[in-house]
């Protein structure tokens, strides 16, 4: 289980934070609690949400989505954490077995991250755009911890890369794995498969030359 904690902070309470469970059974209810939101805030959008409609959909008590949760924007932010902490561990385990993979096959596993989670990374994507102007989890802040990560993985991968040139890297990189994420998405256009299949091949070459090069 993922660690949720996150805060929210108005003008006359101060900051609102999910309370993080402590023991086994609590850690499965948040778990459920989670799920339930993602599913009504997917369904409906975050706006027309409702916590009283996300209780229901977890079969829980609403006094115990509020036990956790004090209101719907702790429970979107820690939706929007857990994405990002599940795309660091995957970036984690690129981490640990990069030093064993050829340039093509690097290439393949960061761009294959966002893939792998496309369905929560459509909905974080979703809350992020209806709540730019509360606090809490912000865009800027997620994106510069997945480039560190990225940054980790070449420096496992490549030891003699430089840090100034792997922080180049992980912007590019980064931008690349978002970009292919949104091509993914498109439900139809002319040349899809050979359209993604080109990026890759660009991605592949781009990491090639930067090992060659350093």
């Known amino acids: 289980m993922t660690s949720h904690k996150s805060s929210v902070q108005t003008a006359a309470e101060g900051p609102v934070s999910a309370k993080e469970p402590k023991r086994k059974r609590g850690i499965a209810r948040v778990a459920k609690l989670l799920d339930a ?5 997917a369904e409906q959008g975050y706006k027309a949400a409702t916590m009283t409609e996300i209780a229901a959909k977890a079969g829980a008590p ?3 989505l509020y036990q956790f949760f004090p209101n719907k924007d702790v ?3 820690a939706l929007v954490a857990q994405y990002g902490e599940h795309v660091q561990q995957a970036l984690m385990r690129i981490r640990e077995q990069a ?4 340039a093509a096959a690097l290439a ?4 294959d991250v966002f893939a792998t989670h496309a369905a929560e990374r459509s909905l974080v994507l979703s809350l992020l755009d209806a709540r730019w102007e509360q606090p809490g989890v912000r865009p800027g802040v997620l994106r510069s911890r997945l480039r560190q990560e990225i940054v980790l993985v070449l420096q496992s991968w490549c030891p003699s890369l430089a840090e ?4 180049v890297a992980a912007v590019v990189l980064l931008q690349a794995m978002k970009s292919l ?5 498109e439900k139809r256009y002319p ?3 050979e359209a993604l299949e080109e990026w890759r091949i660009w991605v592949r070459a781009y990491l090639s030359d930067l090992a060659r090069n350093h």
Do not use: H
């Not at 994420?181 to 998405?185: G, H, T």
């Open 181 to 185: 994420a949104q091509l993914i998405e």
């Open 99 to 102: 030093a064993e993979l050829e």
């Open 191 to 193: 040349g899809k498969p």
């Open 75 to 77: 429970l979107a932010d």
């Open 62 to 64: 609403i006094g115990s």
């Open 108 to 111: 393949d596993r960061l761009l």
């Open 37 to 41: 939101a993602a599913t009504v805030f």
């Open 164 to 167: 100034e040139k792997a922080q």
